[in-house]
């Protein structure tokens, strides 16, 4: 998916994300496997504490409809890591509108223009 220069419709860029992702899975199985599991396995708390203790602010965006992180158990981490998460967007849709819907790149801009008038506070 070339994101400097997008498909002229959110249908092509996903079924371009869709053939990119599976045409990757597919050349390298093993490497895929490992790659979701380690993802699957990451302590995505912890990483947002070591990135927030180092002054940066945090966000977190994700589609209620995303069959990879569920919306229930990404509101619970959420809600559990309050004081280390700047920001949280919870918006319709699943893994593939994140990447490929402009709704979604409206609503990054806006979450990150109000983080940078957030003062950083360091933990």
């Known amino acids: 998916l070339d994101v400097l220069h ?3 419709s959110f249908a092509e860029n996903k079924i371009t994300t869709l053939y990119e992702s599976w045409a990757y899975f597919l050349k390298n199985p093993i490497r895929g496997l ?3 599991g380690a993802i699957s396995k990451a302590d995505i708390v912890e990483m947002l504490r070591a990135i927030h203790s180092r002054g940066i602010k945090t966000a977190v965006m ?8 569920d919306a229930a ?5 959420v ?3 309050h004081p280390i998460v700047d920001g949280f967007v919870s918006m ?3 893994h593939y509108e994140i990447a ?3 709704q979604y790149g409206a609503a990054a801009e806006s979450l990150l223009t109000s983080l940078e008038k957030k003062p ?4």
């Open 6 to 8: 997008p498909k002229s």
């Open 34 to 36: 490992q790659e979701c």
């Open 62 to 69: 994700i589609g209620v409809d995303d069959p990879i992180f």
């Open 73 to 77: 158990i990404m509101n619970e981490v």
């Open 79 to 81: 809600s559990g890591a």
């Open 92 to 94: 319709k849709g699943g």
């Open 100 to 102: 490929n819907d402009p």
């Open 120 to 123: 950083a506070l360091y933990v």
